[in-house]
Every structure is written in structure tokens, then in C-alpha cells.
């Protein structure tokens, strides 16, 4: 079950002053759920951190640089990345940190790879700094700037002096098998055409790719896949004048009526519902998927 103070939304904090300005400032502290499949867009320019938290569920970190899989109690650590993208393998919650300064960088320069830093047991500390602001947001005293970066401090003090690779046998981490079959589905789930050829290519049986993927991300893989399609259809359904035929088949379904039925059933209603609920405006806008990288 997830507590209240889990429930999606933010903080931002007041700015610290001019003694902090460049140095290390938190600007936001987020609580994001995402349902199986969902995902959400970021952005870490010019002297931008952001730490991800995975609270419950499994969630993948993407950018043009790197890809990461996040199992519950793993972070990960953005550095001047630039665009980013999270989906949630099954339903999900993260803790998102915002911060800009130099220190950041320079705290966490031998830990990053490709902008990247990855702490197995981070995912403490980044809840814990959102917490706290939380807390005194309900106690109706918000964190003052100078507060909230001295909470940002401690927790990357933290981070760099955590081990740097999961022990072995840790609870939370996920196998090589799991991360494999999470990047083929991300990069191909419109071709796929079936967990036997998942599984052939993964060198496994199904049965043990089923039961694995599932133990470890609380979702199948067959329901990970149908849940990505859904997703890109809606996407694609955002184009002016879809057709139902073109998207059932640029989202990896077998016919129209096999995606008005599966549509249907994720998201209580037909395609042609979906489009009628969608803002005018967003029936115009051009639709792109950028590729996860692996």
C-alpha cells in the first residue's frame, strides 16, 4: 500500500541565498508515481543534478549517454545529461531531486559514467531529503533555501561514501536476465512477437523468463509489453486524423479489432473515446518516439 505522504507532488524550495547561489541548490523535491508502462521526461543542463530514487517498482533511467534499470532502493545520479526519460516496468514509485550548483559535480566526478552515477542503496538518502521537506511543508513550515541544500549536502556526502556495486545476493537488484529482457522490449516491443521469441533469444525457457522478469519487477513481461503498446498507441493516436489500422500495426498489434479490444480493457475505453477526451490542440501536435538506448 502506499501512505499518503507517497502520493504524487512537490516541494520547491525558497532559494538559499547569495551564498549558496552556484554552489549547490536544491530547487525541487518530487514524489512520482507512474503506472506500468508510464514514464516522464526531464531535462539536466548546464550545471543540473538530478537524483532518482526508486522507491517501489522497477524503472529505467534512459539518455542519449546511458540506460540504467532501477530496482526499489537503488538511485541514480544525472549529471549535465541532458534529456532524460523514465518508464516504470510495473507500477512504481520514485523520488526525483533537483539541484544546480557546482557542487554536485564535483562531489560525484569519480562516480560518473557517461553522466551517470549509480548507488545500490541510494534510493535511503534521496527519500529521505524529500521526506523531510515534506514533513515541514505539513507543518505549515516550508524549508527555507539555506535548510533544503544543507539536506541536498549530507545526502550526496552519503551517496559517495556507499558502496559502489551491490553486494551479491542483495535484495533489490536485478539480474542480468531481468535487464536484458527490460531493453529488448523497450527498444522493440512493436515487433516482438511473442515471449517464445523473448525467451529464444534470450537463451532461457519461457516459463523462466516469466517467472524471473516477474518475481523481480512485480509484472510479467507479457503485461509489460502490452502496457508499452498501449502507451505508444496513445501517442500515436495524438496525431491529427489517426488510423486506427495504421496505429494497431505501428504499435505492435496483431489487427484493429485485437487493439480496440486490448485499448479498451487498459483503458476502459475504445480508441476513437481516447481521441474525443484529447484537447484539440494535442490532436495537431506531431508525435516522436525517441528510441530508449541499450
Known amino acids: 500500500m502506499i501512505s499518503p505522504l507517497d502520493k504524487a507532488r512537490e516541494v520547491r524550495p525558497a532559494p538559499p541565498g547569495q551564498a549558496m547561489e552556484g554552489l ?5 523535491a518530487r514524489m512520482l508515481p507512474l503506472p506500468s508502462g508510464g514514464s516522464w521526461e526531464g531535462y539536466a543542463g548546464d550545471l543540473q543534478c538530478w537524483l532518482v530514487g526508486a522507491v517501489q517498482g522497477t524503472v529505467t533511467v534512459a539518455s542519449y549517454a546511458q540506460s540504467d534499470v532501477l530496482a526499489p532502493g537503488q538511485a541514480l545520479a544525472l549529471w549535465q545529461c541532458g534529456a532524460f526519460t523514465l518508464q ?5 514509485q520514485c523520488i526525483l531531486l533537483q539541484l ?3 557542487l554536485p559535480g564535483r562531489l560525484l566526478a569519480d562516480r560518473l559514467t557517461n553522466g551517470a552515477a549509480f548507488f545500490p542503496r541510494g534510493a535511503v538518502a534521496v527519500r529521505e531529503v524529500a521526506r523531510s521537506l515534506f514533513v515541514l511543508e505539513d507543518e505549515g513550515a516550508p524549508a527555507g533555501g539555506a535548510t533544503a541544500s544543507a539536506y541536498a549536502y549530507t545526502m550526496l556526502a552519503n551517496l559517495i561514501s556507499s558502496p559502489t556495486a551491490p553486494e551479491y545476493g542483495q535484495e533489490g537488484s536485478l539480474s ?4 536484458a529482457a527490460v531493453g529488448i522490449i523497450q527498444e522493440e516491443f512493436p515487433f516482438l512477437e511473442g515471449l517464445d521469441e523473448l525467451a529464444d533469444r534470450l537463451e532461457v525457457s519461457k516459463a523462466h523468463l516469466i517467472r524471473t522478469f516477474k518475481k523481480k519487477t512485480g509484472v510479467s513481461p507479457g503485461r509489460y509489453i502490452t502496457h508499452l503498446r498501449v502507451e505508444y498507441a496513445k501517442l500515436l493516436l495524438q496525431g491529427e486524423d489517426p488510423s486506427i489500422t495504421y496505429v494497431a500495426e505501428a504499435a505492435g498489434f496483431a489487427s484493429a479489432n485485437y487493439f480496440a479490444k486490448v485499448f479498451r480493457r487498459e483503458t476502459g475505453m475504445s480508441p476513437g473515446e481516447y481521441v474525443e477526451t484529447l484537447p484539440r490542440e494535442e490532436r495537431k501536435r506531431p508525435v516522436r518516439r525517441d528510441p530508449f538506448l541499450w
Open 24 to 28: 549547490l541548490v536544491l530547487t525541487s
Open 88 to 92: 516504470s516496468v510495473g507500477d512504481s
Open 100 to 102: 544546480q550548483g557546482e
Open 176 to 179: 542480468t536476465l531481468v535487464e
